[in-house]
Nanobody
Framework: QVQLVESGGGSVQSGGSLRLSCAASGYLHSSYCMGWFRQAQGKAREGVAAIDSAGITSYADSVKGRFTISQDRAKNTLYLQMSSLKPEDTAMYYC???????????????????????RGQGTQVTVSS
C-alpha cells in the first residue's frame, strides 16, 4: 500500500513563493509517473506538473516558467517549487502517482491520473492579491 502525504501549503501574497513536498511511503515502483494536480473551489481538476523516473517533466501552460517539479526518488519525495504566485493559483494541491503514463499524458488526462493510482489528501495554497 502506497501513501502520499503533501506538505508545504499556506497563504502567501501575490508574487510570493512556496515549496510543496510529497512524501511517499510504501513500495512505489520507479517506473511510476508522479505529479501534482490542483482543484480550486467549484472548478475541475487541473494538472499542474508531472515527472517520470528519468526526470522528464511536463507543465501546464499556466505555470510554465513559474513552477518547477523535482524529485528525490531515493527519499521517495516529490517537490513543487512555486514562484511568482498569482491569486489564480489558489487551490488545493494534490500529489499523485500512476503507472503507464508519461508526464504529458498525466497532465492531458488529469482525471485518470488522479483516480487510477495513488493520491494524497492535498495541501491548500492561498494567494492573496
Amino acid at each position: 500500500q502506497v501513501q502520499l502525504v503533501e506538505s508545504g501549503g499556506g497563504s502567501v501574497q501575490s508574487g510570493g513563493s512556496l515549496r510543496l513536498s510529497c512524501a511517499a511511503s510504501g513500495y512505489l515502483h520507479s517506473s511510476y509517473c508522479m505529479g501534482w494536480f490542483r482543484q480550486a473551489q467549484g472548478k475541475a481538476r487541473e494538472g499542474v506538473a508531472a515527472i517520470d523516473s528519468a526526470g522528464i517533466t511536463s507543465y501546464a501552460d499556466s505555470v510554465k516558467g513559474r513552477f518547477t517539479i523535482s524529485q528525490d526518488r531515493a527519499k521517495n519525495t516529490l517537490y513543487l517549487q512555486m514562484s511568482s504566485l498569482k491569486p489564480e493559483d489558489t487551490a488545493m494541491y494534490y500529489c499523485a502517482a500512476a503507472s503507464g503514463m508519461t508526464p504529458v499524458q498525466a497532465l492531458a488526462h488529469t482525471e485518470w491520473f488522479a483516480d487510477h493510482g495513488w493520491r494524497g489528501q492535498g495541501t491548500q495554497v492561498t494567494v492573496s492579491s
